[in-house]
């Protein structure tokens, strides 16, 4: 081989490496970029699920206050009942005993 081979195959072999590391380096730029973005993404999944949760929290406390409510109601409806139904036996037992005079 001649100097003049040996510098082309150095030629060829430098450039070779310079595509290498540009290749590495444009890989690495992608990875970091991927890595940025999968972190973003993770930031605003965490956002998103604690939101999620705030509103679960949110609707079930509403759902117990309303079924409290229900409850309530339905209770307060029995007594009222159970009030006429002892006024109206208490009206027949005057009745009747007025009318047994």
Same mark, same amino acid.
């Given at each position: 081989?001649?100097?003049? &081979? $040996?510098?082309?195959?150095?030629? &060829? ?11 590495? &380096?444009? $890989? ?27 509103? $679960? ?7 117990? $206050? ?17 009030? &006429? ?17």
């Amino acid at each position: 081989m001649d100097d003049l &081979q $040996i510098e082309l195959l150095e030629s &060829q072999i430098k450039r070779l490496t310079d595509s290498i590391e540009a290749r590495f &380096q444009r $890989i690495e730029t992608n990875l970091s970029h991927h890595a940025t973005l999968d972190a973003e993404k993770l930031i605003q999944v965490k956002s998103d699920l604690s939101a999620l949760k705030n509103t $679960i929290s949110d609707h079930e406390s509403r759902i117990r $206050i309303v079924d409290d409510s229900v409850i309530s109601n339905k209770i307060s409806t029995t007594l009222m009942q159970a009030g &006429q139904t002892a006024l109206t036996l208490i009206a027949a037992a005057i009745a009747a005993w007025l009318g047994s005079r």
